[in-house]
């Protein structure tokens, strides 16, 4: 590898025969208007002022020598290379001088005088761009401007330079002005001879558009293979046209999360990413492979599938709009098993309708959400682990659910109810209006209700007429707070800001006038002669016997049995419950975790939390902190000699932990490091059996 300084016009742009091509593995073109505009301040300050401008490194590899032309594979610097063709064809195209139009001229392209080096189509341009941008590039600089997309980048930051260009000559400056400061850019200039390039790009630190983790992820799975230009057309591309760009991060840390233990953020799962590949023994076929069998399905969870059917992909286009994507891990699952015909559609039917049940119940009960993540990381190998559940696959989540002791268990009909008609539900805007919504469209055409808002029969304006107060009686303030965003007086309108806070018979008039497609919801609201607490209890009970119905899930034929009599589940409400138990795993914020000795289990709960947060862990070690008030054991410490310890295997730690803890003593400890961590002691358990000694 050498590294020199260069500058970009003399050693990249203007030598003749050369053609530097952006890889299929790198991203595509995006730089800013604001990018843009700086680069070009910097280049007229260069040339006003007669000094270079370093704007970073350029990182390349020959890749071959044919008709005595080079072809270089640019590693690093992709985007300022590309950024600066565009500029020197906007130069061309407002040049008016043969010698300024030679100049840009033979700058961009290479030039076969006489016709001695087979210089074709291909090979003119000195730049290739990846395949998605290389059309519009070639279309530019062929002056086939009406063919261009005009929402592309490599357009609008053409049309750009143009405006700043034609700006500045109207100011005085020529187009060599421009040139000449062009020629003042310096850069690193790094050629890799032999050297691992996926290497060296991991180490690069550009100055450019920071990396995304596709752009990591994509870089290295097509970056050291012979075969990248059809990986890309046969996997990448189909991965980036299904999932999107505004998804694709969040697919890559589904993908991983229900792959490895633990969970990757997005700042370390491209680490997470190669091990994964390197464990596993992937080759970049088969990852990819596998990585565009769950983007289909990844693309079905967030816009449908027809092969699904139409009543799965609206319980998955429920789940998205009321935000329980968390449920993608498992689906992950279940979707491989239909795909694999172990389940039928009418199966997977059900199984989407009961998660859509049980996320909105759980939504309305008011259960924490911190559990969820762990819960369905672990899901399917919790129902699933006897292979012979999946003979009664549906049966078999259904009794799980119901078999479950924490927060995540089923939530019954009448509690569900209660809520319903008691909870706040005005708050919890998306599911307000999706519920109503779903009232209202029950057994008749569908109506949209995107531009309809949420209407309060009884406003919940704190200052209500005499008119409202005399209806509702003396307790008027109580019975206002109390049901104000209840159920009960909550609708749908198209005229929520006409309606107000007018007197009930006003709006029941207005409501029983207008020609709305909202009928349901109105039915019990235009037939009263007042508006109290008894007409807002009497619809809350309606309403929710209506919802009940409609998130009603098929009971199981078959129960599966989830319980293993030798095993009991505990909580850490009382930690001498521990002593004489062999445990067999822990449940930690919904996920199901094997640990076969409490030693084992304070181990990774602490490895569990410090990837939750470090700080609260490192913060604990460098205090050489007391854990418990009443026990003088260091728990952590930065010092091997403070405790009675073996090194964590957190990486790069540094930390080591103190052993030799009794059962209960651990208990103690892990209810302490809950608190320490804010999550509540619900959201943890253990199972266990008796292993004391018979007398």
Known sequence: MNIDRGRIMNDFIEPNKNQYAIPVYQRNYEWSKEQCVKLFQDIIYSSKNDTPHFCGSIVYKLLKQEHNISYYVVIDGQQRITTIYILLKALLDNAETALDKNLLTEALFNIDKYETYDVDTASKLKLKPIKSDNAQLALLMDNKYDSIDKSSGIWQNYELFSYLIKNELENGLTIRNIYYGLENLLCAKIKLDNENAQEIFDRINSTGVPLSLADKIRNFVL????????????YWLPIENLVKKDHITSFFLDYL????????????????????Y??????????????LHYAKFYHAFLYGDGKYGVNVNDYLASLQKLKQTTVFLFLFKVFDDFEQNIIDLKTLEKICRFLLSYSIRRLICEVGSNSLRGLYKTLYTRIFIKQENKEHYYDAIISFFKQLNSKDAWIDDNEFKTA???????RKN????????????????????DNLTIEHILPQNKNLSSDWQSMLGENWIEI???????LGNLTLTAYNSELGDKPFSTKNQMLSAANSQVVYLYKD????????????LSRAERLSSDIIVLYKIDEPKTIISFTDPRYKEYTCDDPDNATWKAPNYFVLQGERISADSFAEMLKTVIERLYELNPAIIENMAHNNEKILEWSQNILLSYDANMTSGQDLPIKDSGIYQSTGFSASHIIHIIRALLK????PLEDFSYSARDCKPKS
């Open 223 to 234: 970056m050291t293979d012979v075969k990248q230009e059809q990986l890309y057309e046969n």
């Open 430 to 449: 998306a599911l307000c209006k999706y519920l109503l919504g779903s009232i209202e469209n029950q057994g008749k055409t569908k109506i949209i209700i």
């Open 278 to 291: 390197s464990k596993d023994n992937y080759t970049n076929e088969t990852m990819l492979n596998e990585l």
């Open 525 to 536: 609201v235009i037939n009263c002669a007042k508006w109290d607490a008894n007409t807002i």
């Open 676 to 679: 320490k961590y804010e999550i």
């Open 480 to 486: 206002q707070n109390k049901y104000v965003h209840t």
């Open 420 to 426: 319903l008609k008691e909870n706040n539900l005005y």
């Open 257 to 276: 999360n229900m792959k490895i233990d633990g969970f990757a953020k997005e700042s370390d799962a491209y680490d997470e990413f190669k091990n994964l």
